[in-house]
């Protein structure tokens, strides 16, 4: 079993910085992929952002020059730093992580709402 807690979210204008965090305890060893999805109100969830084997990284195209993901393998952590938000960017983050064997595991999700 692998736990995962996010924090960072919350309100910010149009336009400004947040950062999001992850940590994933458990059986961390058995952790392939580690990144976040987001789900808006009355959408399907969608990838945002992810690290694969410790050094691919997927990026969502509407994501892409703003956000950026890093992850430290030592600490079992990931995080996304989110630059030039948008208003299209509220919804609730959850941090995801995938073992070896492609069992997914989901934090409790974040509320991330931008308006001024």
Same mark, same amino acid.
Request: proline share 3%.
């Given at each position: /079993?692998? /736990? %995962?807690?996010?924090?960072?979210?919350?309100?910010?204008? @149009?336009?400004? @910085?947040?950062? %999001?965090?992850?940590?994933?305890?458990?059986s961390?060893?058995?952790?392939?992929?580690? +990144?976040? *999805?987001? /789900?808006? @109100?009355?959408? !399907?969830? =969608?990838?945002?952002?992810?690290?694969? +084997?410790?050094?691919? #990284?997927?990026?969502? $195209?509407?994501?892409? +020059?703003?956000?950026?993901?890093?992850?430290?393998?030592?600490?079992n952590?990931?995080? %996304? /730093?989110?630059?030039?938000? !948008?208003? $299209? $960017?509220?919804?609730? *983050?959850?941090? *995801?992580?995938?073992?070896?064997?492609?069992? =997914? *595991?989901?934090?409790?999700?974040?509320? #991330?709402?931008?308006?001024?």
């Open positions: /079993q692998v /736990q %995962l807690v996010e924090s960072g979210g919350g309100l910010v204008q @149009p336009g400004g @910085p947040l950062r %999001l965090s992850c940590a994933a305890s458990g961390t060893f058995s952790i392939h992929a580690m +990144g976040w *999805y987001r /789900q808006a @109100p009355g959408k !399907q969830r =969608e990838l945002v952002a992810r690290i694969t +084997g410790g050094s691919k #990284v997927n990026y969502a $195209d509407s994501v892409k +020059g703003r956000f950026t993901i890093t992850g430290d393998n030592t600490k952590t990931v995080a %996304l /730093q989110m630059n030039s938000l !948008q208003a $299209d $960017d509220t919804a609730v *983050y959850y941090c *995801y992580a995938q073992t070896l064997i492609a069992r =997914e *595991y989901w934090g409790q999700g974040t509320q #991330v709402t931008v308006s001024s």
